[in-house]
C-alpha cells in the first residue's frame, strides 16, 4: 500500500512556541491532504482540509491563524501550530488522498506542550 | 447526536471467535463506507472499503453495509490476539472526500 510519513514523531516544546509538524506522500502524488486531532481514547476530528496549492478548508471551530496549513507541493502538507498551549497537547494525524481516492494515513504526531 | 454512532466497548474475545463490530449513521448522504483498524499511539490502518450495500469479503474480514438501515458492520473471523486494536468506521459523501469517523470500538482478543 501507499506509504506517508510524519514527522517528528513526537515533540515537546514550550509553551507559546510554535511547531512545525510535516506530512509526505512517499510514493504517490497527493494533492488533497487532511488533518486529524485525536486527544486519549477518542476518535479522530477533521482539523482541514489541506490543497495542493491553494488555502485550506478548515472545519468549523478550527482557529485557522492558530493552525497554520501549507500545502506546498504535491507530496507535501504541514500543519504549524502557532503560540501553542498545554490544550494543544494532542496527537495529530494527516492523511493523504491517493489518484484511487483512498486515504493512507500517516504514523502520527504526538504533540506535548509544557 | 453524533452523525456516526459506534460502540466504545471495550469488547473481549477468546482467540479464534468472531469479532463483531457495527456502526450506524444518521446522514443518507454518506456512500463510501471504510474499517480502520489502529493500535496505540499509531496512525490508522485501512481494512475493507465499501460503497454498495451488501457484504464484501477480504480474507478474515467481513464488511456489510445496509444504507436502508444505515447501519454498517465489519466481522472478523478466527481473531488472533495481534487483532487486538481499536477499530474505527469512517464514511464520506463521495470518494475521496473527507471522512467523518465513528468513536472507535477497542478489541481485545484473549489467547
Known amino acids: 500500500g501507499a506509504v506517508v510519513s510524519q514527522h517528528p514523531s513526537w515533540v515537546i516544546c514550550k509553551s507559546g512556541t510554535s511547531v512545525k509538524i510535516e506530512c509526505r506522500s512517499l510514493?504517490?502524488?497527493?494533492?488533497?491532504m487532511f488533518w486529524y486531532r485525536q486527544f486519549p481514547k477518542q476518535s479522530l476530528m477533521l482539523m482541514a482540509t489541506?490543497?495542493?496549492?491553494?488555502?485550506?478548508?478548515?472545519e468549523q471551530g478550527v482557529e485557522k491563524d492558530k493552525f497554520l496549513i501549507n500545502h506546498a507541493s504535491l507530496t507535501l502538507s504541514t500543519l504549524t501550530v502557532t503560540s501553542a498551549h498545554p490544550e494543544d497537547s494532542s496527537f495529530y494525524i494527516c492523511?493523504?488522498?491517493?489518484?484511487?481516492?483512498?486515504?493512507?494515513f500517516g504514523p502520527g504526531t504526538r504533540l506535548t506542550v509544557t | 447526536q453524533k452523525e456516526v454512532e459506534q460502540d466504545p466497548g471495550p469488547l473481549s474475545v477468546p482467540e479464534g471467535a468472531i469479532v463483531s463490530l457495527n456502526c450506524t449513521y444518521s446522514?443518507?448522504?454518506?456512500?463510501?463506507f471504510m474499517w480502520y483498524r489502529q493500535y496505540s499511539r499509531k496512525g490508522p490502518e485501512l481494512l475493507m472499503y465499501?460503497?454498495?450495500?451488501g457484504n464484501k469479503e477480504d480474507g478474515r474480514f467481513t464488511a456489510q453495509v445496509d444504507k436502508s438501515s444505515k447501519y454498517i458492520s465489519l466481522f472478523i473471523r478466527d481473531s488472533q490476539p495481534s487483532d487486538s486494536a481499536t477499530y474505527l468506521c469512517?464514511?464520506?459523501?463521495?470518494?475521496?472526500?473527507?471522512?467523518?469517523f465513528g468513536g472507535g470500538t477497542r478489541v481485545l482478543v484473549k489467547p
Open positions: 492523511s493523504a488522498r491517493a489518484p484511487d481516492y483512498e486515504q493512507y
Open positions: 510514493d504517490f502524488q497527493a494533492t488533497t
Open positions: 489541506s490543497n495542493e496549492g491553494s488555502k485550506a478548508t478548515y
Open positions: 446522514n443518507s448522504a454518506f456512500q463510501y
Open positions: 465499501t460503497y454498495s450495500s
Open positions: 469512517a464514511m464520506s459523501v463521495a470518494a475521496g472526500n473527507k471522512l467523518t
